[in-house]
């Protein structure tokens, strides 16, 4: 006996689990199959013009290669018959294209109320307590309502707005083999990698997003939170343009957008270990951000603090550019603007900085000032230092003449 | 006594008020005594229209027809319906099913046994019992559909197809999507 799982649409349920499909059974005996609903028992005589639904079901691989291996008998044995050969064959053709089509991508959506579907506009509208799941990597939507229009000839989808209590989890695909790595090491054996947790890539909240394929618009709405691996918002309003990849974070009147980067570790002059050392947070509010994704840019303007937690420094400036490597780590900061930082045991001023965490110097420009702990006034149009307090060297650059005042008791 | 008769008293006006409330019941009984009684019109592969504003409005050819003359109902087997849209640019919406009643007195058509409908845009929608209100135009019913078409497939509750504007409500949706996002 065999299951022939999610190829036959029950007549009677049609909504057995998982819904839209049931298990169909060859009965033994000379006759050609019946079918059986696992959950009422509608049973069915297979008389080739039976409900043929596309299997578009997740399928459980397993009974599908066992089903393969049956048919595959009964089509090579000596004893079979020429109506059961071919019968065999036609299944074989089935089982085949169940295979093709679960190698696609799907995407199920449930929702608790309706779906009000105008299929000549291509429109869909899901409401409350609606759940999206793509199933090539399991990446989810929640949300109260999900409008959708897709173009009615190609079903692409055109455009698509969820509606109150978003939430989303987007996973990236695969599990990176970097990941099992570091698990096969934790752990001293090889990890399976189907069953191996994955993480998140990012984790969004908002009250409204859009998305339009027309003007390659995204648009999330409302106490926007964006939970990723590479950085952290908390904002009103994201505009992005995925096409350009440009985009625009914004927050209430009266408010700032908050954020989390992260930079590059700094070593210290040690050798790099086998273990990648772990990144540094940068965190900070600014009245607005502009991202450019080509040139690895966000611009933070309008009243910027950022606090840097790797030597707890932290500085104030009208803007801010900030440069990202290929990791997404910070590797350079520019402050424009009433540039001014205080680090323990240091504070300094000037028009304009510019961090460069590779060399892990500070550039301060235009009416440069800094004061050390030991009292050490240090003043010039331009002052390179480093930017840990305690390797404390401080110099003017291309020959700017610095004044250095010390105060003596 | 006195309990015995206001038990009495109390099953009286159950009794009355069941026999005044709950009276579709034994009519309904008398209808269908009466549909047992009447000998129906036999038609065999009977071709069956409905015109709307001189212009057809649904076909239904079956394999058998019972018609009931005094009640207006026909009871119809093997059926292929086919309904029409106003716009006569537009195809139509065919119905398949094994059984099927049609009330002329509120012009409703039920269907029902392996009921098939294939829409003008070729979803294909299976369900168990069907619903077609002539006078609103609508498709409805209160068991599970399915509905299928080349990208996606929804399962739902029930269903409303309204035929005029075209829009299917679902409730209970369930759907798997190919994705073209």
């Given at each position: 006996?065999?299951?022939?799982?999610?190829?036959?649409?029950?007549?009677?349920?049609?909504?057995?689990?998982?819904?839209?499909?049931?298990?169909?059974?060859?009965?033994?005996?000379?006759?050609?199959?019946?079918?059986?609903?696992?959950?009422?028992?509608?049973?069915?005589?297979?008389?080739?013009?039976?409900?043929?639904?596309?299997?578009?079901?997740?399928?459980?691989?397993?009974?599908?290669?066992?089903?393969?291996?049956?048919?595959?008998?009964?089509?090579?044995?000596?004893?079979?018959?020429?109506?059961?050969?071919?019968f065999a064959t036609s299944l074989m053709i089935g089982l085949l294209a169940t295979g093709l089509v679960h190698a696609r991508d799907f995407v199920t959506i449930t929702a608790s109320k309706t779906a009000v579907i105008d299929r000549s506009k291509g429109t869909a509208v899901w409401q409350k307590n609606v759940h999206v799941i793509?199933?090539?990597?399991?990446?989810?939507?929640?949300?109260?309502?999900?409008?959708?229009?897709?173009?009615?000839?190609?079903?692409?989808?055109?455009?698509?707005?969820?509606?109150?209590?978003?939430?989303?989890?987007?996973?990236?695909?695969?599990?990176?083999?970097?990941?099992?790595?570091?698990?096969?090491?934790?752990?001293?054996?090889?990890?399976?990698?189907?069953?191996?947790?994955?993480?998140?890539?990012?984790?969004?909240?908002?009250?409204?997003?859009?998305?339009?394929?027309?003007?390659?618009?995204?648009?999330?709405?409302?106490?926007?939170?964006?939970?990723?691996?590479?950085?952290?918002?908390?904002?009103?309003?994201?505009?992005?343009?995925?096409?350009?990849?440009?985009?625009?974070?914004?927050?209430?009147?009266?408010?700032?957008?908050?954020?989390?980067?992260?930079?590059?570790?700094?070593?210290?002059?040690?050798?790099?270990?086998?273990?990648?050392?772990?990144?540094?947070?940068?965190?900070?509010?600014?009245?607005?951000?502009?991202?450019?994704?080509?040139?690895?840019?966000?611009?933070?303007?309008?009243?910027?603090?950022?606090?840097?937690?790797?030597?707890?420094?932290?500085?104030?400036?009208?803007?801010?550019?900030?440069?990202?490597?290929?990791?997404?780590?910070?590797?350079?900061?520019?402050?424009?603007?009433?540039?001014?930082?205080?680090?323990?045991?240091?504070?300094?001023?000037?028009?304009?900085?510019?961090?460069?965490?590779?060399?892990?110097?500070?550039?301060?420009?235009?009416?440069?000032?800094?004061?050390?702990?030991?009292?050490?006034?240090?003043?010039?149009?331009?002052?390179?230092?480093?930017?840990?307090?305690?390797?404390?060297?401080?110099?003017?650059?291309?020959?700017?003449?610095?004044?250095?005042?010390?105060?003596?008791? | 006594?006195?309990?015995?008769?206001?038990?009495?008293?109390?099953?009286?006006?159950?009794?009355?008020?069941?026999?005044?409330?709950?009276?579709?019941?034994?009519?309904?009984?008398?209808?269908?005594a009466d549909l047992r009684e009447e000998k129906p019109i036999i038609l065999q592969n009977p071709e069956l229209f409905d015109y709307r504003n001189n212009r057809l409005s649904s076909q239904i050819k079956a394999k058998m027809a019972k018609v009931y003359e005094s009640t207006d109902l026909t009871l119809l087997t093997q059926i292929?319906?086919?309904?029409?849209?106003?716009?006569?640019?537009?195809?139509?919406?065919?119905?398949?099913?094994?059984?099927?009643?049609?009330?002329g007195k509120i012009k409703l058509i039920t269907v029902w046994g392996d009921v098939r409908i294939v829409f003008a845009n070729g979803q294909r929608l299976y369900t168990e019992k069907l619903n077609l209100d002539q006078n609103k135009q609508l498709l409805y019913n209160r068991v599970a559909v399915l509905v299928v078409s080349d990208?996606?497939?929804?399962?739902?509750?029930?269903?409303?197809?309204?035929?005029?504007?075209?829009?299917?409500?679902?409730?209970?949706?369930?759907?798997?999507?190919?994705?073209?996002?």
């Open positions: 006996m065999v299951s022939l799982v999610y190829w036959f649409s029950c007549g009677t349920c049609l909504q057995h689990p998982p819904p839209g499909s049931v298990s169909g059974e060859f009965v033994n005996g000379n006759d050609f199959p019946h079918l059986i609903c696992q959950e009422t028992g509608y049973t069915k005589k297979w008389t080739g013009t039976l409900k043929m639904v596309k299997p578009f079901i997740s399928v459980d691989m397993e009974p599908l290669r066992n089903a393969f291996l049956l048919v595959c008998r009964l089509i090579f044995h000596q004893k079979t018959t020429l109506p059961v050969r071919l793509r199933r090539s990597t399991g990446s989810t939507l929640m949300t109260d309502q999900l409008s959708i229009e897709r173009d009615t000839t190609s079903d692409q989808l055109v455009w698509a707005e969820a509606n109150g209590s978003v939430h989303a989890v987007y996973y990236q695909g695969q599990v990176s083999e970097e990941k099992l790595d570091q698990v096969s090491e934790e752990k001293g054996n090889p990890p399976d990698r189907l069953n191996l947790p994955q993480e998140p890539h990012s984790v969004v909240t908002c009250d409204l997003a859009t998305f339009s394929r027309k003007t390659a618009l995204a648009e999330l709405q409302g106490r926007v939170h964006i939970l990723s691996k590479d950085f952290e918002l908390q904002a009103e309003k994201i505009r992005y343009d995925y096409r350009a990849e440009r985009g625009k974070i914004t927050a209430r009147p009266g408010e700032q957008v908050q954020f989390v980067f992260y930079k590059k570790p700094t070593t210290n002059g040690m050798q790099p270990t086998a273990r990648a050392p772990v990144r540094q947070k940068v965190s900070g509010v600014a009245t607005e951000i502009l991202a450019n994704r080509p040139s690895r840019k966000m611009v933070l303007q309008g009243k910027v603090y950022i606090i840097d937690y790797s030597d707890q420094s932290q500085f104030r400036a009208d803007r801010a550019e900030l440069f990202f490597n290929e990791q997404e780590e910070i590797e350079i900061i520019i402050a424009n603007g009433n540039f001014s930082m205080n680090q323990p045991g240091r504070v300094s001023r000037s028009d304009r900085a510019v961090f460069e965490y590779a060399k892990e110097e500070v550039t301060l420009i235009g009416n440069a000032y800094v004061k050390e702990d030991n009292k050490v006034e240090v003043t010039s149009a331009r002052i390179k230092m480093y930017i840990k307090v305690n390797q404390g060297i401080i110099r003017g650059v291309d020959d700017i003449p610095v004044k250095m005042e010390i105060e003596i008791d | 006594m006195r309990i015995l008769t206001s038990g009495l008293i109390v099953i009286l006006l159950v009794l009355a008020v069941y026999f005044n409330w709950f009276a579709e019941g034994p009519q309904q009984d008398t209808q269908d292929d319906g086919t309904v029409y849209s106003e716009n006569q640019m537009e195809p139509p919406t065919r119905i398949f099913a094994q059984s099927g009643s049609i009330n990208h996606d497939k929804i399962n739902a509750d029930d269903m409303l197809y309204d035929l005029k504007t075209r829009i299917l409500t679902l409730s209970g949706p369930k759907a798997w999507i190919e994705t073209g996002f």
